[in-house]
């Protein structure tokens, strides 16, 4: 009996130390950068981690990862929703019209540009709020097929606004825009045509999809044969525009390649 009682009070005083620390670290808060402020010493440490943390995802350093540090959960939600990733995409697009200013066009409707559609044309933010932007406590919570492909039947992504504005002067310059997407044809392919098209984006000059062909592969090879397979038709690829590295990277990226901010998830 004076054995058991010994252990009971040693599990309640263990889960008593386990709820502090939950509660500590919730309540620690990260720099300005992305987060609010905290006078504590540990706070600091934690902010200044998760921007290291977050400039060497966003160079491609950190590899692989499937989830968000827990110490960075608070930072990244932060980051994402006050307004920090909104002046990020607004620098980069600026980046991007004005290479676009300099581009002169051949006049033979093959000078193209490629642009992501998850979380570069349209956000996904919503969805992720309640995967936590990344980190989900107590579990690993990597990428989820079924419950993206539940999210996106709803049709209801929104427009990210730099993004849509550089899309509008592709469109007037008179660039031939393609839609690249990881996201199935089969399940997605009109849900996602109505999505672009209820958000603004109209006039590009096709959407291409993964079929049963494409299944399994990476996104980087995928993405890398349907680029070449533009080129072998005559297409000139500007530019290209995502917010994964996989977006970006294989064979034939485009002229220049602009990589949009995304700590909440990887896509190899």
């Known amino acids: ?10 599990f309640l005083l263990a889960m008593m130390f386990s709820r502090a620390m939950c509660i500590r670290h919730h309540k620690s808060t ?10 504590s010493s540990s706070s600091s440490i934690n902010g200044s981690f998760c921007l290291s943390w977050r400039l060497g995802v966003e160079t491609n350093n950190v590899l692989p990862w499937r989830t968000v540090p827990t110490e960075c959960l608070q930072y990244v939600e ?16 600026e980046q991007a019209m004005s290479f676009v200013s300099t581009i002169t066009l051949a006049g033979d409707s093959k000078d193209a540009w490629i642009l992501d559609v998850d979380d570069t044309c349209i956000s996904n933010l919503f969805y992720y709020k309640s995967k936590k932007y990344g980190y989900v406590l107590l579990r690993c919570d990597p990428y989820d097929p079924s419950g993206f492909r539940a999210w996106a039947m709803k049709g209801w992504c929104t427009a990210i606004p730099s993004v849509l504005g550089m899309f509008n002067k592709l469109i007037d310059k008179g ?18 045509r109505d999505n672009l098209h209820n958000q603004g984006f109209i006039g590009y000059q096709r959407l291409v999809m993964r079929t049963a062909a494409n299944k399994g592969q990476s996104a ?19 530019g290209n525009v995502g917010d994964q590295w996989s977006d970006l990277q294989g ?15 990887f896509v190899p």
């Open 30 to 39: 990260n720099n300005n950068n992305g987060s609010s402020s905290s006078s």
């Open 78 to 93: 932060n980051y994402m929703i006050h307004g920090q990733y909104e002046q990020d995409l607004d620098l980069i697009m």
């Open 220 to 238: 980087v090879k995928y993405k890398s044969e349907v680029r070449k397979q533009l080129e072998d038709e005559g297409y000139r690829i500007w």
């Open 251 to 265: 064979n034939s990226p485009g002229n220049r390649t602009f990589k949009l901010p995304n700590p909440m998830y």
């Open 175 to 192: 660039f031939k825009v393609i839609m690249l997407t990881g996201r199935d044809q089969e399940t997605l392919g009109q849900i996602t």
């Open 1 to 10: 009996m004076e054995q058991g009682y010994r252990f009971l009070v040693l």
